[in-house]
């Protein structure tokens, strides 16, 4: 099993949507979460941090169930801007090694 | 202030030369890490250095890629006797101490890596 596993996708949504994506990790003791986004042909770029409570940024939620090993990030009014890859990232802990999934695909359309 | 800085921001190189990629992190930031990302594919990780040591070479694919990080500061990431198979983006990215885990990384423009 891959440490940190996302459905690629693509998610092709209408403007204006809701679009949630989620991301399993097979460690139980890692101890931090990511989402990124990386546009085509760029580097990945921080979205936000996952917080254990949840936590909202704008119109992005992230969300983690250390039970079912999981997080979520739910995208509420997409925009044509949004499309792009969500980077999940799990670190272990430890000397802060992290772990990248291989990204979901999102293409908003108009 | 500034971010991560990787030079070139291309490099095209015949099969067989060797490389040398450097990457500059944010000041400050005592972890630094290299990634190597192919055409459509996710991240890939190389090495990650603590300071100017590496605790974790894992990711190096091979005794043909090396990496050393002076002063707390440069890194270099060299790779000897390139094949085509080395053809990728090299990401370098850096965050604050290793200890503060929820740091994160913060990532330059990458090196865009073409054998020929």
């Known amino acids: 099993r891959k440490e940190v596993e996302q459905d690629p996708g693509p998610f092709n949504v209408p403007e204006g949507a809701t679009v949630a994506f989620n991301c399993t990790y097979s460690?139980?003791?890692?101890?931090?979460f990511f989402w990124y986004r990386q546009d085509c042909r760029k580097e990945p770029k921080l979205l936000m941090s996952?917080?254990?409570s949840g936590n909202e940024d704008g119109r992005f939620t992230a969300q983690l169930n250390r039970a079912s090993q999981y997080i979520s990030l739910l995208i509420r009014d997409s925009k044509l801007s949004d499309s792009a890859t969500y980077l999940c990232?799990?670190?272990?802990?430890?000397?802060?090694?992290?772990?990248f999934g291989t990204g979901t695909k999102l293409q908003v359309i108009p | 202030g500034a971010g991560v800085s990787q030079s070139p921001s291309n490099k095209v190189t015949e099969k067989g030369k060797d490389v040398e990629l450097r990457c500059d992190p944010i000041s400050g930031h005592t972890a630094l890490y290299w990634y190597r990302q192919r055409l459509g594919q996710g991240l890939e990780f190389l090495i990650y250095f603590q300071g100017n040591s590496a605790p974790d070479k894992s990711g190096l694919p091979s005794d043909r890629f090396s990496a050393e990080r002076t002063g707390e500061s440069v890194s270099t990431l060299t790779i000897q006797r390139t094949q085509q198979e080395d053809s990728a983006v090299y990401l370098c990215?850096?965050?604050?101490?290793?200890?503060?885990?929820?740091?994160?990384?913060?990532f330059g423009d990458g090196t865009r890596l073409s054998i020929l």
């Open positions: 996952v917080y254990s």
């Open positions: 990232v799990v670190n272990k802990g430890g000397y802060q090694k992290v772990t």
């Open positions: 990215a850096s965050s604050l101490a290793a200890t503060e885990v929820r740091q994160p990384q913060h």
């Open positions: 460690n139980s003791a890692s101890q931090s």
